[in-house]
């Protein structure tokens, strides 16, 4: 699939989806919070904070950025966050009256800084898409939260360390992009049982084998290029041919042994 496709595919999204998905209002139940509380909680923690001594401006991720050459935040100011460049807000079709932050789409920004765990907060969000900036760091543990998640996209950045497991724990991520940064180490066995429609992590330090379990992935792309593999590519990947259309393995050290199933 070429990015191409998968901009085509957000936009559809974009519309579509929060049609569909959203139907939660989770995350702070238990506490007695209306919707409109649980809104507004949600939206500041992008941005925008105000607690009990009043406005002091203080902005989540505005403060996490480091530079900003193209000035994309600039319009970060005040309390609708909607109006924010690179921020997205759709109504939730369980209540239409109360708007959130379906998207956040900072492609090509040229941003440095990182992810502050604030952002976990944002539990309606559908898309995050940070390609091609100078991100760094790690991916939030409060990811987790963001159930509704569908696209992560967080290529060409420089996010480093151990693969983010916290993407193994989005129920309705289909779209992994991971490619072009410096994560290391192995990859976990479990991405390949999750039910991912694209899973790019080429050019990044990962090194492991690829697993048994390969084959049981619905995936209909998959690039692990430029990374170190070891072994061989395991039989089961006979088993993809009804999803796969692409597959793309080069530069990975893997031995000359694919099995036959993968000719058919
Ligand atoms: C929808 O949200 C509005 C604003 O918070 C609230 O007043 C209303 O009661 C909600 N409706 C439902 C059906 O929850
Ligand atoms: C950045 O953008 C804001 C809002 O658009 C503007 O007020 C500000 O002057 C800009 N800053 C620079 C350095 O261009
Ligand atoms: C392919 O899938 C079938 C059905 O799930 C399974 O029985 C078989 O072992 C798999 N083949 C390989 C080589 O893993």
Redesign the pocket.
Known sequence: MKSGTLQLFSLFLLVFLFAAAVSRADGFSGRGLNEAEKLSIRQRQLLYYRDEFGDRGEKAWKKAIVSDPL?VT??W?GSNVCNYKGVYCAPLPSNKSLIVVAGIDLNHDDIAGFLPEELGLLTDLALFHVNSNRFCGTIPHRFDRLRLLFELDLSNNRFAGKFPDVVLRLPSLRFLDLRFNEFEGTVPSELFDKNLDAIFINSNRFRFNIPNNIGNSPVSVIVLANNQFGGCLPASIGNMSKTLNEIILMNNGLKSCVPKEFDS
Do not use: E, H
Request: aromatic fraction near 0%; charged fraction near 0%; hydrophobic fraction near 25%.
């Open positions: 000035n600039g319009s100011v």
